[in-house]
């Protein structure tokens, strides 16, 4: 299995441009978490799905932020627009059951840098 | 709800020597708990993972952690320390309800020196 599987590994975008983060969960596992780290605030999460419904996006900071999940193979966490303070590294993770025994799988992460 | 809280933001240890990074919980059962290790630009790798039974668990790279439900704790050791153990760890909590998102902590940054 190739594990989580993020795209852009790196963003570079200049202030009120719209960016768009890819995510590809491991096959069969049904849950999707989208997280952000800074070396302020640490890891937070900002939304999670289970069987491709969003169950939880009470992190999200605002609504510039907005995460979809049209399938189970693929959810997508996007800003419009961006701002300086959204740069951070943004990790997706995905496991089977929740928190329920397996942990997660993260992915390698996109670092975005807005300008 | 439960809560995680690793009291050490960052440690240096010399190369060889043990190590042993602090986790506690805070959680009304038994939970499940996991170690894992971020490092530079990369994602978390599960180190372990504790469930039930055995309170001492095994996870790769040599690295083992022990529950102690009395302590709420949740310690990982290391007997001898490589300089590629250098990474930021990260302790987190889940519930056996499993309807709630894992809590990590907030992380200890090893330095590991000559």
């Known amino acids: 299995d190739a594990g989580v599987i993020q795209s852009p590994r790196h963003e570079v975008t200049e202030m009120g441009q719209e960016v768009t983060l890819r995510c590809k969960p491991i096959s069969g596992h049904d849950y999707l978490f989208w997280y952000r780290q800074t070396m302020m605030r640490g890891l937070e999460l900002l939304i999670y799905?289970?069987?491709?419904?969003?169950?939880?996006d009470s992190g999200m900071p605002e609504d510039r932020f907005s995460a979809k999940m049209p399938n189970a193979s693929f959810s997508t966490l996007k800003i419009q627009p961006s701002e300086p303070r959204d740069s951070a590294v943004y990790f997706c993770a995905s496991s089977l059951g929740g928190d329920r025994g397996h942990g997660y799988t993260f992915g390698s992460g996109t670092r975005l840098t807005v300008v | 709800a439960q809560s995680v809280t690793q009291p050490d933001i960052h440690i240096t240890v010399s190369e060889g020597a043990s190590l042993e990074l602090r986790c506690n919980y805070s959680?009304?059962?038994?939970?499940?708990l996991f170690w894992y290790v971020q490092s530079p630009g990369q994602g978390l790798q599960l180190l372990l993972k504790?469930?039930?039974?055995?309170?001492l668990v095994q996870g790769i790279k040599g690295f083992e952690a022990e529950f102690k439900r009395s302590q709420s704790s949740f310690n990982l050791r290391k007997p001898s320390v490589h300089w590629s153990d250098a990474a930021e760890y990260f302790c987190?909590?889940?519930?056996?309800?499993?309807?709630?998102?894992?809590?990590f902590g907030k992380g200890t940054r090893l330095s590991v020196i000559a």
């Open positions: 504790y469930f039930s039974g055995d309170t």
């Open positions: 987190a909590v889940g519930t056996t309800s499993g309807n709630t998102p894992l809590v």
């Open positions: 959680y009304g059962a038994t939970p499940y």
């Open positions: 799905f289970n069987n491709n419904v969003p169950i939880d």
